[in-house]
T-cell receptor, first 115, second 109 residues
């Protein structure tokens, strides 16, 4: 594909509502990452997949956050019972494989506002 | 713990002036350092990485392990360099980056 695609681009959720954010990585990319970027901050790591396996979820802030990549391509980040502090840009990134020699490519992000 | 600091939130320079964006890190292992850039209304993209020792768009960065720094430099800033710049550290085993808070570079005409 042309790049990492994320949807929705913008989401306004009422506090307590569940949301699902989708990421379409570049075709053939094995590694997929989710980052959270709060206003005025740098991106913070949430979780990492290699194919369908979630190898690292140490950055997920609470058990309300859940990510999956069941077929090793598209990934969904789900946030249950959203709270105002969840308001942020959620960035997805992918790379051909793990390893520092491989460039990771970011999507444009999903902007979540919880009101 | 891994940490990346960028002391300047905003840096303004005039076109043609030299620019240096500061980055310091703390990491117990052998870090890999990167600079990412985000131009207005565009996605985050890799600018350069220390292991390749390359110069992209006239920017260079040298890893100084003694000072734990990876400052980004360009001798003559251009207006199109105006963007948000993030310094990032990759843990040695993979690509789970730790990003700094970012510096907004504004190059004035």
């Amino acid at each position: 594909g042309a790049g990492v695609s994320q949807s929705p681009r913008y989401k306004v959720a009422k506090r307590g509502q569940d949301v699902a954010l989708r990421c379409d990585p570049i075709s053939g990319h094995v590694s997929l990452f989710w980052y959270q970027q709060a206003l005025g901050q740098g991106p913070e790591f949430l979780t990492y997949f290699q194919n369908e396996a979630q190898l690292d979820k140490s950055g997920l802030p609470s058990d309300r956050f859940f990510a999956e990549r069941p077929e090793g391509s598209v990934s969904t980040l789900k946030i249950q019972r959203t709270q105002q502090e969840d308001s942020a840009v959620y960035l997805c990134a992918s790379s051909l494989s793990r390893g520092s020699g491989n460039t990771i490519y970011f999507g444009e992000g999903s902007w979540l506002t919880v009101v | 713990a891994q940490r990346v600091t960028q002391p300047e939130k905003l840096l303004s320079v005039f076109k043609g002036a030299p620019v240096e964006l500061k980055c310091n890190y703390s990491y117990s292992g052998s870090p890999e350092l990167f600079w990412y850039v985000q131009y207005s209304r565009q996605r985050l993209q890799l600018l350069l990485r220390h292991i390749s020792r390359e110069s992209i768009k006239g920017f260079t960065a040298d890893l100084n392990k003694g000072e734990t720094s990876f400052h980004l430099k360009k001798p003559f800033a251009q207006e199109e360099d105006s963007a948000m710049y993030y310094c990032a550290l990759s843990r040695s085993y993979g690509q789970n980056f730790v990003f700094g808070p970012g510096t907004r570079l504004s190059v004035l005409p």
